[in-house]
């Protein structure tokens, strides 16, 4: 027998070459092809930073203007740094103001000055990288010295007021109160603007605007709390829509522990074109490795429009594929944060036990993950009493099957945006049951040939069959013909498309050199 479910290990094994197979192009196409939001994040390495006075980041306006005169696809360092030594100035933001201003061109450099501003290139955004290191060693000293949550799962809260200056005290408070990990939700529809906004922010729309300035101030807030409270609160944020590797690259300077990065997730849920959020999604994964943080993946978010039972097979397969493609980029498996969520229908006859079969497998099949346990959100009904109830199920599940990271489910969710008391209630729920049954999963194992194995290795073979379906066809198409979480988002369609081009001959990322070196 293998673990608790009896999978077959060769099975298992065949699952994973079939993601491999079904990614690896798609890895190939991330490694050809680049985005404005790459270059964006490769020159806020090499120091670019602040905004004009309407609000537009100077990282956008010098890309545009890159883009302008000599296209996107020889990359934008090597013409920056090239026009930085014609210009005769050291700042690379006093350039973006002057290209701004259209008082300086850029051209293609050959020769020694390529050369020359390869090497410049390299030097300044290998300055921006070690930054990510030091702020990685910090949390490991922080760590070390106030030590990790003494249970697993870690429990995980979300935060968001619009107003980071409010979003503090409660994530703080929330600390107090046992949540190891404090989610800033972003503002509505951030992950389809094309920048990053700038500074501190306090208005925004069911949650709070991701900024460099917003992650400073909440990791230093929390940094109190972890001193106060004795262990180290872990803070999250979103890589995730048109700014991926912007986000990524932000959260490594300000160490940010764990990010929600799954390309899936904007291709299916904000219409964002495939082939962007793929190439955004493999650099901002390869800055994730490098500055230690946890990704959390989206494959609950398929079971919020998909069945979560005719569907559960879907949510294996996304597992696989972002296990391969987390891998490629660096990533190692105590970083892979990958999602599945509480979402069967209560009426559904032994959805309990169908739940667990469904959380088991994904333990089982990666056994070093942190897997992130998202709770019912679809079939909450606006009933407190019940939900609180659902939410105990829930926590109860992650208890039994050894989930990682839990994140804390709310009696009011379809009702209202949860107030204080809320989160208060709902801790009260989570800190009972793992208080009361936290070692559950050593005594917990499903009886032979039962319900729970049964399901579990029904859903493995149904992965099993659509990743050979995938194979035969491509997984850009499978995306297209609404594979995942029923949407249709074909290749040539989408949100940032025109943002995407193919490297040139000459093609130069020293950001993705120096990660690639590393790895």
């Not at 956008?60 to 934008?76: E, F, M, Q, S, Y």
């Not at 391969?324 to 990958?338: K, N, P, S, T």
């Not at 379906?469 to 029923?486: D, N, P, V």
Request: with cysteine; glycine share 10%.
């Amino acid at each position: 027998m293998t673990g608790k479910l009896d999978l077959d290990p060769v099975l298992v094994a065949r699952a994973r070459e079939l993601a491999r197979r079904a990614g690896q192009p798609v890895v190939d196409l991330a490694r050809s092809h680049t985005t404005v939001s790459v270059e964006r994040a490769v020159l806020r390495l090499a120091g670019v930073s602040g905004a004009d006075p309407d609000g537009i980041p100077w990282v956008n306006r010098l890309v545009d203007a890159v883009v302008a005169d000599i296209g996107l696809g020889h990359g934008v360092a090597v013409p920056v740094f090239d026009a930085l030594a014609r210009e005769g100035i050291s700042d690379v933001t006093l350039l973006a103001q002057k290209a701004a201003a259209g008082s300086v061109r850029f051209a293609v450099p050959t020769g020694r000055a390529a050369t020359t501003a390869r090497s410049a290139a390299r030097k300044a955004v290998g300055a921006g990288v070690r930054r990510i290191d030091r702020r990685r060693a910090e949390r490991d000293r922080l760590v070390k010295r106030h030590g990790d949550p003494a249970q697993r799962p870690w429990i995980y809260l979300i935060v968001a007021t619009g107003d980071i200056y409010e979003d503090i005290p409660q994530a703080q408070a929330a600390a107090r109160a046992g949540a190891d990990v404090i989610a800033v939700i972003r503002s509505t529809g951030q992950s389809l603007l094309d920048y990053v906004p700038e500074g501190a922010t306090r208005e925004g729309f069911a949650g709070t605007y991701a900024t460099q300035e917003n992650f400073r101030l909440m990791r230093a807030a929390l940094d109190e709390s972890s001193k106060e409270l004795g262990r180290y609160v872990r803070l999250t944020n979103y890589a995730s829509g048109l700014c991926m590797p912007e986000m990524a690259t932000l959260a490594g300077l300000e160490r940010l522990d764990m990010m929600l990065n799954d390309s899936m997730y904007g291709i299916l849920f904000r219409d964002i074109n495939p082939v962007r959020t793929f190439v955004d999604q493999r650099f901002s994964r390869q800055v994730h490795a490098r500055a230690g943080i946890i990704i959390n993946t989206g494959e609950d978010n398929y079971l919020t429009t998909a069945d979560a039972v005719d569907e559960a097979h879907t949510v294996t397969v996304s597992q696989l594929l972002n296990e391969f493609f987390a891998h490629e980029a660096g990533l190692a498996d105590w970083q892979l944060g990958l999602g599945h969520a509480f979402e069967i229908n209560p009426e559904v006859p032994e959805s309990f036990r169908l739940e667990l079969a469904h959380a088991l497998l994904a333990r089982e099949l990666f056994p070093d993950a942190p897997l992130k346990w998202m709770p019912p959100t679809k079939h909450m009904t606006g009933d407190v009493f019940r939900g609180n109830l659902l939410d105990g199920f829930f926590n109860l599940a992650g208890a039994l099957t050894g989930q990682g990271i839990l994140l804390v489910g709310m009696m009011t969710e379809a009702v209202v945006t949860p107030w204080l008391s809320d989160r208060d209630i709902a801790l009260q729920n989570v800190r009972y049951v793992l208080g009361a049954a936290g070692g559950l999963h050593e005594d917990f194992v499903p009886a032979p040939g039962g319900f729970i194995r049964r399901r579990a290795n029904q859903v493995l073979g149904e992965a099993l069959d659509l990743l050979e379906r995938i194979g035969e066809q491509t997984l850009l198409t499978a995306i297209a013909e609404g594979t995942f979480g029923i949407m249709k988002r074909p290749a040539d369609r989408g949100k940032g498309l025109a943002g995407v081009a193919a490297h040139e001959a000459d093609y130069c990322n020293p950001a993705t050199e120096i990660l690639e070196a590393a790895a």
